[in-house]
């Protein structure tokens, strides 16, 4: 009787000390075990293999066997070997123009003028609305490397308009129906090089402002489709790793209804809002200051110096190499980027301006410094910085100002550059090792819908400046290659840094957000050519995991 009196209250002091032993770890609403490394980017690049999450942020982050017995979860993940990062930041990019482009005629890799018109033709039948719009050529691929002519556009569609944009943006086909929607005729006045003639007469090639305006007559869609389209545009986003994009150029109205979306659980993507320089934007954001939700912020007005290297409309110190009639445009004056630029540090602004060629970038460099005097910490940008004077690169350092670039437009644009700079130039020109070294520093993006979307490839490009297709064998000017290690911090918590967000994301550290991304290779050490096989696997945004659905 007292041997089974014993045995009763040993099974019973058991059974509390097992409950008492898992009530005393503590709980947590996500628990990724067995990774076969997570980094962290962290200050000292530490690496981890376990993670625990809660309320949407990291909770602790350690070792397995470390995490198991501190914390309990009704949603652990076993990573089995897979390899964790930062959820991806895209520095620079159009996420609204990416959504609205994801309803128009793909021209991407068109190879040809007479393969872009087979695809308009193929898929006129689909395209809803009274316009026909399409966008992705590049006459770099085609042979002849001509701008197009509206001629035979005009034949295949005389009373339909027609709008073709081209791979980068500022420039655009259109056909006279088109022009005449948009009231552009001979008599229209716009700077020079923005409308092209031939013979006397318009080609149907306009570029930057005159670009802008026909854009602006096509029709933009519904409030229900606007809403379909930015949806699928974050589920792509989501797919691709990325966790926060920085969009660069809203309008006000385009920034309510991001916010709008995000409040009612319909967007959770984090947007960084660069603003067009509108009256309202003035009026409604920043006079105000800075606006910051969870999932935006608004802090940064976005200015134009330039146009683009591809439609030699990027604004060059000498001639084009390949067309000594042109130096590229000057989309805005100096004294009115100087008023902005005044504003904007007025109401404690970052100003980040798109400068392509190295005159432009000089411009932007002279403007900022005359604003700043000194190194600060406003973080003030030159998105592109594609093509630099290099005896102007060291204003970078001494006004700290940020480059921000993107690694795929190296690549995509190298079979040319040499043509449009000359071999002088180029040595100026996608420097990103170069302009790394001035502030220990830079942020990276893809520009998509100009570049694909993955950061994957941005991070690719970086390192290996080379294309999909291995070329060139020896890589395109490596000295001015990034590491493994800045190829990903520029991606993550460089980008971050670029956004004043990186307090609460960019690493994966305890109390950030808990953005996460999960790839099924190591990108940090297998062989670089095979960086662009890497699949994600899942995306965790604030926790909760976006991809897949």
């Known amino acids: 009787m007292i041997m089974k009196i014993s045995l009763k209250c040993l099974l019973f002091y058991f059974i509390i000390i097992v409950l008492t032993g898992c009530s005393m770890k503590e709980r947590t609403d996500l628990l990724l075990l067995n990774a076969g490394k997570i980094y962290s980017v962290d200050d000292q690049n530490h690496t981890f293999e376990a993670i625990a999450v809660k309320d949407g942020k990291i909770q602790a982050i350690g070792s397995s066997e470390e995490l198991s017995a501190r914390y309990s979860s009704e949603n652990v993940i076993d990573a089995s070997g897979q390899f964790l990062y930062?959820?991806?930041?895209?520095?620079?990019?159009?996420?609204?123009?990416?959504?609205?482009?994801?309803?128009?005629?793909?021209?991407?890799?068109?190879?040809?003028?007479?393969?872009?018109?087979?695809?308009?033709?193929?898929?006129?039948?689909?395209?809803?609305?009274?316009?026909?719009?399409?966008?992705?050529?590049?006459?770099?691929?085609?042979?002849?490397?001509?701008?197009?002519?509206?001629?035979?556009?005009?034949?295949?569609?005389?009373?339909?308009?027609?709008?073709?944009?081209?791979?980068?943006?500022?420039?655009?086909?259109?056909?006279?129906?088109?022009?005449?929607?948009?009231?552009?005729?001979k008599s229209h006045r716009f700077r020079s090089g923005e409308v092209e003639m031939v013979d006397g007469r318009l080609s149907g090639i306009l570029t930057e402002n005159a670009a802008d305006l026909m854009r602006s007559t096509v029709p933009e869609p519904d409030?229900?489709?606007?809403?379909?389209?930015?949806?699928?545009?974050?589920?792509?986003?989501?797919?691709?790793?990325?966790?926060?994009?920085?969009?660069?150029?809203?309008?006000?109205?385009?920034?309510?209804?991001?916010?709008?979306?995000?409040?009612?659980?319909?967007?959770?993507?984090?947007?960084?809002?660069?603003?067009?320089?509108?009256?309202?934007?003035?009026?409604?954001?920043?006079?105000?200051?800075?606006?910051?939700?969870?999932?935006?912020?608004?802090?940064?007005?976005?200015?134009?110096?330039?146009?683009?290297?591809?439609?030699?409309?990027?604004?060059?110190?000498?001639?084009?190499?390949?067309?000594?009639?042109?130096?590229?445009?000057?989309?805005?004056?100096?004294?009115?980027?100087?008023?902005?630029?005044?504003?904007?540090?007025?109401?404690?602004?970052?100003?980040?301006?798109?400068?392509?060629?190295?005159?432009?970038?000089?411009?932007?460099?002279?403007?900022?410094g005359s604003a700043l005097k000194s190194q600060n910490d406003l973080?003030?940008?030159?998105?592109?910085a594609q093509v630099v004077d290099p005896k102007d690169t060291i204003l970078f350092a001494r006004y700290s100002i940020i480059p921000s670039i993107q690694a795929t437009h190296a690549t995509s644009d190298m079979t040319w550059a040499e043509d449009r700079l000359g071999q002088e130039r180029l040595n100026g020109a996608y420097a990103y090792q170069t302009l790394l070294r001035q502030n220990g520093w830079l942020a990276n993006g893809t520009d998509f819908p100009i570049e694909n979307i993955s950061p994957i490839l941005t991070f690719y490009a970086a390192v290996s400046r080379k294309d999909l297709a291995g070329k060139p064998v020896n890589g395109f000017r490596m000295k001015d290659a990034l590491s493994r290690e800045e190829a990903l911090r520029s991606i993550s918590i460089w980008a971050a840094r670029a956004n004043f967000c990186e307090p609460q994301m960019g690493s994966l550290e305890v109390g950030k957000e808990a953005n996460i991304v999960i790839l099924d290779r190591d990108i940090m050490t297998i062989p670089i050519s095979d960086v662009p096989k890497t699949n994600v696997l899942n995306t965790y945004r604030k926790g909760q995991k976006v991809y897949p659905k």
Request: net charge negative; with cysteine.
């Open 379 to 384: 973080r003030w940008r030159i998105e592109h």
């Open 86 to 185: 930062p959820g991806f930041i895209d520095a620079h990019c159009h996420f609204i123009g990416y959504a609205n482009n994801l309803k128009y005629i793909d021209l991407a890799g068109s190879i040809s003028y007479e393969e872009v018109l087979n695809r308009l033709e193929k898929s006129e039948p689909l395209a809803s609305g009274e316009w026909l719009v399409g966008r992705g050529w590049d006459q770099n691929l085609w042979s002849d490397k001509k701008f197009p002519d509206k001629t035979e556009l005009d034949l295949l569609y005389p009373s339909r308009p027609v709008m073709l944009i081209r791979i980068d943006g500022h420039a655009v086909l259109a056909n006279q129906e088109a022009l005449n929607r948009a009231g552009i005729f």
């Open 223 to 368: 409030l229900r489709e606007t809403i379909q389209l930015l949806e699928r545009a974050q589920q792509l986003c989501f797919a691709a790793g990325l966790t926060s994009v920085s969009d660069a150029g809203m309008d006000y109205h385009d920034v309510l209804l991001i916010d709008s979306l995000q409040k009612q659980g319909i967007l959770k993507m984090h947007i960084y809002a660069m603003l067009n320089p509108t009256s309202s934007n003035f009026e409604g954001f920043i006079r105000k200051g800075v606006f910051c939700t969870d999932h935006l912020m608004v802090r940064s007005v976005k200015l134009y110096a330039d146009g683009s290297l591809g439609s030699r409309t990027a604004l060059l110190k000498k001639p084009y190499t390949d067309d000594p009639s042109k130096t590229g445009i000057l989309v805005n004056t100096a004294d009115s980027m100087r008023a902005v630029v005044q504003f904007a540090l007025l109401h404690g602004y970052q100003v980040n301006t798109h400068a392509i060629g190295d005159s432009a970038v000089r411009m932007v460099l002279d403007i900022y």
